[in-house]
T-cell receptor, first 115, second 113 residues
Framework: DQQVKQNSPSLSVQEGRISILNCDYT??????FLWYKKYPAEGPTFLIS?????DKNEDGRFTVFLNKSAKHLSLHIVPSQPGDSAVYFC??????????????FGEGTQLTVNP | DAGVIQSPRHEVTEMGQEVTLRCKPI?????LFWYRQTMMRGLELLIY????????DSGMPEDRFSAKMPNASFSTLKIQPSEPRDSAVYFC???????????FGPGTRLLVL
């Protein structure tokens, strides 16, 4: 029962263009969503997050959009840079202090930004 | 400022042997999490602690797995006896509070032959 799904295992874009990574979830109790980036041989690194009370959160080149009715979120990277090449994980968690600690991760999407 | 520290980084062992993975969380963080990443199941939470107390171990796959946190700066994940299907990358993460942003260590790559 995969509650968080990233249907694209890989994505390739040109440097300077926009990268769009998608994530779908099924559990309506999720109310906080995160994106993590992972380089080979390293642990995941927190990138950006969004609460369900918002539909957009922006941090520099990274913007996350949340569509609650569709249970869908996306991460936009503009402009994409070769250093952005990594695996991107979508994660979700529910309300409350205890449940809010339990992150459910998607399968990850390998982003490759070509120079 | 040191991040989450895990040791060893790589471990190769034979089936039936005991394996102990170690984690030092970021100083001042009150919550610690153990994850496992495999090709089949992705990144899954095994167990987490708050103020050194185990809160939820429902992700621990079998009784062969156990975790302890004797103090705020150290945790272990033990597999006894190990099996080939335990081969995976094991990550430790810590956060300032239970629902705070989790910071991951570099992981321990375990191979059980």
């Amino acid at each position: 029962d995969q509650q968080v799904k990233q249907n694209s295992p890989s994505l390739s874009v040109q440097e300077g263009r926009i990268s769009i990574l998608n994530c779908d979830y099924t559990n309506s109790m999720f109310d906080y969503f995160l994106w993590y980036k992972k380089y080979p041989a390293e642990g995941p690194t927190f990138l950006i997050s969004i609460s369900s009370i918002k539909d957009k959160n922006e941090d520099g080149r990274f913007t996350v959009f949340l569509n609650k009715s569709a249970k869908h979120l996306s991460l936009h990277i503009v402009p994409s840079q070769p250093g952005d090449s990594a695996v991107y994980f979508c994660a979700a968690t529910g309300a409350g202090e205890t449940s809010g600690s339990r992150l459910t991760f998607g399968e990850g999407t390998q982003l490759t930004v070509n120079p | 400022d040191a991040g989450v520290i895990q040791s060893p980084r790589h471990e190769v062992t034979e089936m039936g042997q005991e394996v102990t993975l170690r984690c030092k969380p970021i100083s001042g963080h009150n919550s610690l999490f153990w994850y496992r990443q495999t090709m089949m199941r992705g990144l899954e939470l095994l167990i987490y602690f708050n103020n050194n107390v185990p809160i939820d171990d429902s992700g621990m796959p079998e009784d062969r797995f156990s975790a302890k946190m004797p103090n705020a700066s150290f945790s272990t994940l033990k597999i006894q006896p190990s099996e080939p299907r335990d081969s995976a990358v094991y990550f430790c993460a810590s956060s300032l509070r239970l629902s705070g942003t989790q910071y991951f260590g570099p992981g321990t790559r375990l191979l059980v032959l």
